[in-house]
């Protein structure tokens, strides 16, 4: 059940590994994006619904914490959760993990911004703000 | 000078390479989008320009046979050349080479079709194709 | 049940979209290589494990035809079959589908070349090759 | 000349952009790496080279700080400096730019960890140490 937090898995892309034999780190953000199109999905706003409104959630800044590397084929999950929320940005933090020994690879935060079709600073409809409670960081990101 | 056959070069990224330790297969389209950008400023028609006014060139069929391995740092050369040209679609061929050694590393072709604003089938602008002439393959793609 | 063909799924991510609004056209590669994968562990034949083993299996000639368009969040069905095997060389047939609505968005054809750990020319072990059969394709490719 | 900054300029790819008609948030770390490679290269030490000896360079941290879009076709000046440099961790500032009227997309951050051939933890050499001049920053980055 969604209850703040959620958790989606990935299976490691041949795409997606480099030639040190690990994911190269660039992925771990696509990992969160995807991650994030879950939480809005089980948070009750679709992202895809979201966009054709024309509502768009620009990343303003992103972190990565890399712990342990990911190889191919591993089973990862992305934990996501809104660690800070205001009118116009929306902060999410990620914990991502390796599902069968459950090692932490990394954590992440990335920071949203509202824009309008025309790409000028917007606010995060009332309706989509109020389907979300800010989560105390369960680890550090 | 322009003649029909364009040449850019790209470097390897890191990113691009795989755990085999060679270029992921999938980069060598993206290499072959980059020719086509270059290819069509040099014949004079701006490819983003033409999106603005609507035209999109959707890649419908592509084909690539890869040859040798191109590697982390390699400067690569990518010809380009259009090889048929009808009002609806175009195709291009590509030569990939290594630059250092000449070394063949991979040759393609894809085949475009217009589309308008609405995705519509639509047709190349006259003032797109009169600057084009089709070129005969200087090697099988 | 394996039969010989093999279906897996992907959503599609907000990275692999353009700003045609569909899909990048190299990306169908890359979900191909996911069918791939899950195609020899459905048929016994771990990849990750293959590899360890000194096997590689590069690909040497890929070909795709798009139909229509994946967009951002559609669920999309990769069928996958070995459509020719010999000694060196296995030949893969793919069909795209979106799962809503059935729509085929595109056929593929890869062929891949088996090496040895330093990436000479190599065989298929014999072990690989007797857990797969060759499938007519069901579409063209 | 080579005086502890470089800078190194790549053209928006298509496949970099989404369908918001910016670039993808992710290839930023991408254009990073680029710099990277560029600035060892020009600070006399190859990267190619030194994964040769068995040295790796590992990201531990990551952050980006989005500031204006980069769209298609935008030619793009990544400068690149050491920040922070120790025994085992290398820290590079990163200033991203477009050309044609400067405005600052991004600025970044990386910390890389030095690791032998056995993915272990190890220590930057102190031929490469010697060649680098930790800068301070140019801008916040």
């Known amino acids: 059940m969604f209850d703040g937090t959620t958790s ?17 780190h660039a992925h771990y953000l696509v990992w969160c994006d995807v991650a994030r199109t879950d939480f809005l999905k089980k948070a009750g706003s679709n992202y895809a619904e979201l966009e054709k ?3 768009k959630l ?5 972190n990565v914490r890399y712990k342990e590397s990911a190889v191919y084929d591993d089973l990862v999950r992305i934990q996501c959760w809104p660690r800070e929320l205001s ?13 069968s020994d ?3 690879l ?7 911004i509202a824009l309008d079709s025309k790409n000028s600073l917007s606010t995060i409809p009332l309706e989509v703000r109020e389907k ?5 960081d369960p680890v550090r990101v």
């Open 8 to 24: 989606v898995e990935v299976q490691v892309r041949y795409a997606e590994t480099d030639q040190m034999g690990i994911v190269y």
């Open 53 to 55: 409104t024309g509502l």
């Open 58 to 62: 620009a990343v303003v800044e992103a």
């Open 87 to 99: 009118r116009r940005t929306i902060e999410f933090g990620y914990l991502i993990e390796r599902v």
């Open 102 to 104: 459950s090692k932490r």
């Open 106 to 112: 990394a954590t992440a935060r990335t920071t949203m």
């Open 132 to 136: 979300l409670a800010v989560v105390k």
